[in-house]
């Protein structure tokens, strides 16, 4: 059963930074990874997604400010975010893609705030 487990969220003062971390378990290989944010009435927005060979896309309204990047020998995708904007608050999910299926993980909420 694939399970991710995300950590790091809270709340932190405009301008902060937080690191989200994401650990998958009971999958195999390298695939693609993301980060996706859902903030109240709004849809889920993709954020940023890490492939196989570590190549990188993100969000245009991350672009500059946030990075994505994976341990694939503890099958971890972290996304780093610095410069934190109130705009940037939302529930923040771990995405995790095969060939045939596609998981989610719980949520962590980031809170950008003063």
């Known amino acids: 059963q694939v399970q991710l487990v995300e950590s790091g969220g809270g709340l932190v003062q405009p301008g902060g930074s937080l690191r989200l971390s994401c650990a998958a378990s009971?999958?195999?290989?390298?695939?693609?990874m993301g980060w996706y944010r859902q903030a109240p009435g709004k849809q889920r927005e993709l954020v940023a997604v890490?492939?196989?060979?570590?190549?990188?896309n993100y969000a245009d309204s991350v672009k500059g400010r946030f990075t994505i990047s994976r341990d694939n020998a503890k099958n971890t995708v972290y996304l780093q975010m610095n410069s934190l904007k109130p705009e940037d608050t939302a529930v923040y999910y771990c995405?995790?893609?095969?060939?045939?299926?596609?998981?989610w993980g719980q949520g962590t909420q980031v809170t950008v705030s003063s």
């Open positions: 995405n995790l893609k095969t060939w045939t299926a596609e998981y």
């Open positions: 890490i492939i196989r060979g570590g190549t990188t």
């Open positions: 009971g999958i195999f290989g390298i695939n693609p």
